[in-house]
């Protein structure tokens, strides 16, 4: 199997195999990425409310298969998009060919990229990926260091509480299957207060928190008040 290179450290390599193994049904609408298929345009409303997408150069961090890769890249944004799982770029590029949307996907961690193109990128996002990385505070801080100043920082992930394991891991992997069971663990669930720090501590603003819920009874997703299960971030590099 391909594995990233020695210097992309922070992954789980279970975490890897995991989502690789969805690769080739992760454009499916009706497969094991349902879910995730339903998220998207909530994701992209939330971005493009809040940034210009429109000749903006844009970065995703954990593109999976590049559902909101595409999405943006359909908004007129110039993306690159980086995954650690082979089998997923390999997938993301063949769609991107299958549909024309132009996307650069890269087989490269996001702080290695930070080395190479600092201060580059106009919004960045990373969607659903912290909690399944062993360091979630050195992506943000990889982020903010790609960002140009006043460039904004697209965040989601769930919150650790009693509501989103009973939501996300025992309703959704469980009792309505459409997740795989084991796509997430409570452990790694990461709350708000955590994810402000770690923002903070990479010297950007936070400028916004947003719940996201998914009705899987209409399949479909919409940002809401409550941020108690998932919850999108909205952070910006302040100006030099």
């Known amino acids: 199997m391909n594995t990233p290179a020695p210097n992309d450290s922070n992954f789980s390599q279970a975490e890897l195999d995991k989502f690789g193994a969805l690769a080739q049904r992760w454009w499916d609408p009706q497969g094991p990425q349902k879910a995730l298929h339903a998220l998207n345009p909530a994701r992209l409303g939330y971005v493009a409310q809040r940034t210009t997408l429109q000749s903006a150069r844009v970065l995703d961090v954990g593109c999976g298969a590049g559902l909101l890769s595409e ?115 409570y452990r790694d669930f990461i709350k708000p207060s955590e994810l402000g720090a770690w923002l903070r501590a990479a010297g950007m603003q936070l400028e916004d928190v947003s719940g996201l819920m998914y009705e899987p009874w209409r399949n479909s997703a919409r940002v809401i008040g409550r941020t108690d299960v998932n919850y999108l971030a909205c952070a910006r590099k302040p100006d030099a």
Do not use: W
């Open 71 to 185: 999405a943006m890249a359909g908004e007129g944004a110039q993306v690159t998009a980086l995954d650690l799982a082979p089998e997923l770029v390999k997938v993301a590029r063949l769609h991107g060919l299958e549909t024309g949307v132009k996307v650069d996907y890269r087989l490269q961690s996001v702080e290695s990229l930070a080395e190479e193109m600092p201060g580059q990128f106009d919004a960045i996002t990373c969607m659903e990926m912290l909690e399944h990385v062993p360091d979630p505070g050195s992506i943000i801080s990889a982020c903010t260091t790609l960002l140009r100043p006043g460039g904004r920082l697209f965040l989601s992930t769930l919150n650790r509480t009693p509501a989103a394991f009973a939501l996300a891991i025992v309703g959704a992997e469980y009792v309505a299957r459409v997740l795989p069971r084991g796509t997430h663990q």
